[in-house]
């Protein structure tokens, strides 16, 4: 069976730039605007022969008092609980935040497989701040430039891993 991976984290880690790299088309939509991706977006990919079917989430808001940031909740929810694999984006050039603990809270409560993602590192420099991530408890991050295809070929070994 083709596995559905689903990438999720807050707003304007990446996700979305992430979900076209390895989509390998531009479908979803990157806005430097925060929270842009409204939608749950799909696409059906493919790394070495195998074939799998990738979800981009609207950002996890943890503000849940707006109307918008709770339905983005609920889709990316939904799609945690439609995934075989998560991708749990964060920004690994800007260092943890509350956000990205209270995500990480949420994604102790599944039982699948979770991949700590730390996008925009573009460099070899990793800053020392990314050894952070590590207290999140959800293994080692794995370090991505979505933008310039960086890391994303072991990120997909990684993921398929698990099947
Ligand atoms: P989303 O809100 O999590 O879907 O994030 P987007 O994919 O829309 O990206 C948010 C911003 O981060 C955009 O300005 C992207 O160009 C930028 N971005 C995404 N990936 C990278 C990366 O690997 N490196 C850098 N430097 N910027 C990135
Ligand atoms: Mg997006």
Redesign the pocket.
Known sequence: MKPIVA?V????????????RMAGERI??????????RDRIYAEAEWLGKYFTII?T??IETKTDELIPQKMREQAELAMDTADVILF?V?G?LGMTPQDREIAIMLMKTKKPVLLVA????NNNIPDYFYDFYELGLGEPIP?????A?GTGDLLDEIFKNF
């Open positions: 990438i984290g807050r707003p304007n880690v990446g996700k979305s730039t992430l979900f076209n979803s939509i990157v806005e430097d605007t925060p929270g842009v991706t981009d609207g950002g984006v920004d050039r996008n925009k590192i573009d991505v430039s979505a933008s310039l960086l």
